[in-house]
């Protein structure tokens, strides 16, 4: 609210203030000097009485100056503007109803959404129009849409408006407002706008298409529809810790409210099982809101899926809750397959390994020690990672070895004296990352302690396998006296094996392979102390330990994982040639999608867990849907009021003039009041 | 009496002449009111010796009463006493600046000045005088002396003397109470336009020397009353100083403080046992006179005969 002036030339009467002051510094002058005997009690006088006369001399002046100001006022004819919408609808005779149908007109004040009162609110204003302005209305939900054309019947119009739901979806203003543009095909109209104003960005993103309406001469009356109070706390991000034996959920909430918030946050994990904890979450402030982290332990065994975390807030429902993917955790076991179980425990090609799976005998996951024949045992639904070191023969387990990598399934190969190349070569050449050649010794035969070839220390940033030791490792101290050559295989390209680690000379230590969903590494020395000293090394531990979590973490039964948000596209890679694809809500209703050889895309319209699988039932994916982010956001962005008064300061003003009268006889009060106080300076 | 040749340097000034004769006439004529139906001199002095004794008559002091002859004989009388010395008289004349803003209230206290010098010689008194400020004298001070040609001198100096500078009350104060011996008499003529604060301890000083001190507060209505028709700038005479001053809005609160003022006066005169006359411009000299030779006490003519009486 401010003061403007109808005729401002008349504050050139200022300068009776200007006259004013003087004649009041010069009143009453002296004219003479005459020797006075008595200036001793004329300065005590003076002294005494000095503060009380300026005080009063002040206000003397204060109040003639203020009534002359007054008067100059009157006659500059002063009126009070506000930067408001006009108060009048209709004026155009079109007029459209946009109504913000996004997720965070669900904020609720008693109880109730802000969206059912802006939807009333919305319908009593256009059953109120005059029968004669044409009405349309288009609702700002992502993707805005219009729902009700142009047409005269406003009380059909406001029907439709009742019947509007709202959706978990991001808010398309500007799309509303393109929409609006479309109708109104270059004529003025009013758009009426019913939105909660909630979330940074949103008008700014809107300017262009607000100054091209303005430019039309039509105007957007905003309708605020939001709280009172912000005040909203949801879960932003939740991510699993990888580790096959279990590991930590961490959930981070964020608080828009002013003041901090104690929630109950729970995480519900797929097959059902749930934590719960009450988190306090700081209130926000001018750098942004206010967050908290929580992490909730996971059970040693869980179903991987999409798990959910939710908490407890009552003022923005829609956003209580957060998908996220969990991998299957600790359920399944390893399967180490011993090509070479020798004389004696201590003998076996695996004792090495199966200590460093299970160091402290239990604490690591679970592992099933079986001879070459018991590869038969493979059940991908149990095991997720599956050793086979030094087998002779994999013909026979090849096709289910494929299956279950495909499937996600971690392998590792490793060699040893009973490798035959060409039997691998021919039973596994789908899933070696590069054919074998033959075993080279990479020793001194002369030398009886001549160690062999050491390993290169890795590039272990570059790597996901080896990223723990980026921080140091002891790989230098690995010596290998003898290992399987490869054919040579190019390390370019988007499907080319990957060479984390290679032998001092070159030659690969170990080769990694995506195949399908799963993977597939290939040691190209023993596992036990053979052919190489690795086992005995400190590094041997870790590194198994390594292997085995991303290669365990990965398999989580599904062959893909993907993100995405309500009302936004999702494409999900496809294993190879599918027949039947059907993409599931987290209902279980099917919904439509598009699909290409590779490809299924989809448009997700409610956050949880949704699936994308054969018309068996096998899922090849799980997406993690969530509410989009900038909806929980509900403090209050830029005004639309202030925007276009921006573009367009004289459309957005409300006048409301003061009467002169009034400053007459104001003045006329203060100048009585001068008055009296002369006559009362006076008597002092 | 007529009046002697001059005999100080610079007091052959014809005018100064006339006014020494003016003041003599004044000065005469106020005194022979006083002694009007007295038939007698009056003498002040405290200290006397006995003489005989007189018929009480009521107004006598107690302390006059002889007692024993009261006892012995059922009669009433009281004891007369002869000074045993001569009681000095000192006029102070306050010649300050703010003496001479008006001329009434400059000539009112060079009159009462030379009133009083010339009544404390027909009394028999030695008196002396200090001019204190002033100008238009080689010679401030006249030790206290009795005879005619000393009176005459004292009277001429006073008619020589013209008001300027800044008397400083505290200073004057101290230096006759380091000259005057006990049981002297200060009579002090002048307006006290400094601030009592200043020159209180200087009057308690000179006091417990047994002075008696009689102050004659000299003040022109008019000036006090701010007798001015319009807003005018006044000028203080001893400092220059000037100020803006608005009668009709001042005189009500000048008039408190001009109250205050003399209160203040007043009380640090009385706190040292002084008296306080107060001499506004117009008020007859032979009333001033009677006051200040009553001192405060009883009609000083009633037990004068023959030898006067202690104050």
């Not at chain 2, 004292?154 to 011996?181: E, K, Y």
């Not at chain 2, 009057?203 to 005018?232: I, Q, Y």
């Amino acid at each position: 609210m401010n003061v403007g002036l109808l005729a401002p030339a008349a504050l050139a009467g200022a300068v009776l203030l200007a006259v004013t002051v003087a004649a009041h510094l010069q009143r009453r002058p002296p004219r003479d000097t005459r020797p006075f005997g008595a200036m001793l009690l004329l300065a005590r006088m003076t002294q005494r009485t000095q503060r009380r006369t300026q005080v009063h001399d002040r206000l003397l002046m204060a109040l003639r100056l203020l009534a002359l100001a007054l008067l100059v006022l009157a006659a500059a004819r002063p009126e009070l503007r506000r930067r408001e919408a006009p108060a009048t609808v209709g004026g155009t005779g079109r007029v459209i109803v946009v109504l913000d149908t996004s997720l965070s007109m669900d904020a609720r004040e008693g109880g109730d959404p802000v969206f059912a009162r802006a939807r009333t609110q919305a319908a009593a204003e256009l059953r109120a129009l005059p029968a004669t302005v044409q009405v349309a209305v288009v609702t700002a939900g992502s993707p805005a849409a219009t729902v009700v054309g142009w047409t005269a019947d406003a009380h059909l119009a406001a029907s439709h408006v009742e019947s509007l739901e709202r959706g978990d979806v991001a808010t398309d203003l500007r799309g509303a407002l393109v929409a609006a543009r479309t109708l109104l095909e270059g004529r003025p109209g009013e758009i009426l706008l019913y939105t909660d104003e909630a979330g940074p960005g949103l008008v700014e993103a809107c300017a262009a298409d607000l100054a091209r309406l303005l430019e039309l001469g039509s105007a957007v009356l905003p309708r605020r529809v939001r709280p009172a109070a912000v005040r909203n706390v949801a879960p932003v991000a939740a991510e699993y810790g990888d580790g096959l034996e279990g590991g930590t959920v961490r959930v981070t909430l964020a608080n828009w409210g002013d003041t901090a918030r104690e929630v109950t946050t729970t995480v519900r994990l797929p097959d059902g099982a749930h934590m719960t904890a009450f988190v306090e979450v700081p209130g926000a402030d001018a750098s942004g809101p206010g967050t908290a982290e929580e992490a909730f332990t996971v059970p040693r065994q869980a179903t991987g899926g999409v798990a959910r975390v939710e908490v407890d807030d009552p003022d923005l429902p829609a956003d209580n809750a957060r998908a996220f993917h969990l991998p299957q955790v600790g359920a399944s076991r390893v399967l180490v397959v011993d090509g070479d179980p020798g004389s004696s425990p201590t003998r076996s090609e695996v004792y090495f390994l199966e200590r460093a799976l299970a160091p402290a005998g239990g604490a690591g996951p679970a592992v099933d020690v079986v001879p070459a024949s018991g590869l038969g045992r493979l059940d991908p639904a149990r095991h997720r990672v599956v050793f086979a070191a030094n087998v002779a023969d994999p013909g026979p387990y090849a096709p289910s070895l494929l299956d279950f990598v495909r499937r996600g399934g971690g392998l590792v190969l490793a060699m040893g004296d009973n490798v035959t190349a060409a039997r691998w070569n021919a039973a596994l050449s789908a899933l070696l990352p590069a054919p074998l050649r033959t075993p080279r010794d990479l020793f001194d035969a002369a030398r009886a302690e001549d160690p062999g070839v050491p390993l290169l220390d890795p590039d272990a940033s570059a790597s996901e396998l080896l990223r723990p030791f980026a921080r140091g490792g002891t790989f230098g101290r690995v010596h290998a006296r003898r290992v399987m050559t490869l054919e040579p295989f190019a390390t370019e390209g988007p499907d080319a094996p990957e060479v984390p680690l290679r032998w001092e000379g070159g030659l690969p230590a170990l080769v990694a392979r995506q195949v399908g969903t799963g993977r597939v590494l290939l040691w190209t020395s023993t596992l036990d102390l053979g052919w190489t000293n690795l086992p005995v090394q400190s590094v041997y531990m870790p590194l198994v330990q390594r292997l085995t979590a991303v290669l365990g973490g990965q398999a989580s039964g599904v062959r893909a994982r993907a993100d995405g948000i309500v009302g936004e596209s999702v494409t999900v890679e496809l294993p190879g040639e599918v027949a039947d694809v059907e993409v599931a809500s987290p209902a279980g209703a099917l919904v439509p999608s598009e699909r290409d050889a590779r490809r299924v895309r989809f448009v997700p319209s409610a956050p949880g867990a949704w699936s994308v699988r054969d018309s068996d039932g096998e899922v090849f994916a799980w997406v993690a849907v969530n509410t989009p982010p900038p909806e929980s956001d509900v403090r209050a962005g830029a005004g639309w009021v202030e925007a276009q008064a921006r573009i367009a300061p004289e459309r957005m003003v409300r006048r409301w003039p003061l009467a002169p009268w009034a400053w007459v006889a104001g003045a006329g009060v203060l100048l009585m009041a001068a008055w009296v106080g002369r006559g009362r300076q006076e008597d002092v | 009496m007529s009046l002697p040749p001059p005999t100080l340097p610079g007091t052959g000034d014809p005018r100064v002449l006339a006014r020494a004769r003016m003041l003599h006439l004044r000065a005469r004529q106020a005194v022979a009111g006083l002694h009007h139906g007295a038939h007698a001199s009056v003498r002040l002095g405290h200290d006397a010796e006995f003489v005989d004794h007189a018929p009480y008559q009521p107004g006598d002091a107690l302390r006059d009463v002889d007692w024993r002859v009261l006892g012995r004989s059922d009669r009433l009388v009281v004891r007369r006493r002869r000074a045993e010395r001569v009681l000095s008289g000192t006029v102070v004349l306050d010649a300050s600046a703010d003496l001479g803003s008006t001329p009434g209230k400059w000539d009112h206290a060079v009159g009462l000045a030379a009133t009083l010098a010339w009544f404390l010689h027909t009394v028999g008194e030695p008196v002396g005088l200090e001019v204190a400020a002033g100008e238009g004298v080689a010679v401030r001070r006249l030790p206290a002396r009795g005879g005619s040609r000393h009176a005459a001198l004292v009277l001429r100096t006073l008619a020589a003397v013209r008001p300027a500078g800044r008397a400083s009350l505290d200073g004057t104060f101290r230096a006759i109470g380091g000259r005057l011996g006990a049981r002297s008499l200060v009579a002090v003529v002048g307006d006290f336009m400094e601030e009592p604060d200043e020159w209180r301890a200087a009057v308690h000083a000179l006091v417990r020397n047994r002075v008696d001190l009689r102050a004659l507060h000299v003040t022109d209505p008019e000036e006090l009353g701010l007798a001015f028709d319009a807003p005018l700038r006044v000028r203080s005479p001893e400092s220059g100083e000037e100020r803006p001053l608005d009668p009709d809005a001042a005189r009500t609160p000048f008039a408190a403080e001009v109250q205050r003022w003399r209160g203040e006066v007043r009380s640090a005169l009385r706190a040292a046992r002084g008296v306080v006359l107060d001499a506004p411009v117009g008020a007859p000299l032979v009333d001033l006179l009677a006051a200040f030779a009553w001192g405060g006490g009883g009609h000083p003519l009633r037990n004068a005969s023959p030898a006067g009486r202690s104050a």
